[in-house]
Nanobody, 117 residues
Framework: QVQLVESGGGLVQPGGSLRLSCSASKFTFSSYDMSWYRQAPGKQRELVAAITSGFITNYSDSVKGRFTISRDNAKNTVALQMNSLKPEDTAVYYC???????????WGQGTQVTVSS
């Protein structure tokens, strides 16, 4: 059974930092492309950052220069370091694992990030 569990969300003031972590279990983590998505109230879910199985990264324009995605295959984790947070970053953040060639896709339950003064 595949499981993705996010942690690290919470309340932070504008300009602050937060680090999200996603722990994976019971699948071949290193073979998956990993991503962070977010969904704000009234908006559709959007891609925030991604890191492929080959460690290639890409970011949404809205977070470039502020967020950093990383992965540790030895620990089966993917992290999202978020700096210079803005109120518009407020959303539920979801971890995603994708293996296109195997048509496999998994989601975590999400963790709430609230940026407010």
């Amino acid at each position: 059974q595949v499981q993705l569990v996010e942690s690290g969300g919470g309340l932070v003031q504008p300009g602050g930092s937060l680090r999200l972590s996603c722990s994976a279990s019971k699948f071949t983590f290193s073979s998956y492309d990993m991503s962070w998505y977010r969904q704000a109230p009234g908006k559709q879910r959007e891609l925030v950052a991604a890191i492929t199985s080959g460690f290639i990264t890409n970011y949404s324009d809205s977070v470039k220069g502020r967020f950093t995605i990383s992965r540790d295959n030895a620990k089966n984790t993917v992290a999202l370091q978020m700096n210079s947070l803005k109120p518009e970053d407020t959303a539920v953040y979801y971890c995603n694992a994708d293996r296109p060639r195997a048509a496999a896709n998994f989601w975590g339950q999400g963790t709430q990030v609230t940026v407010s003064s």
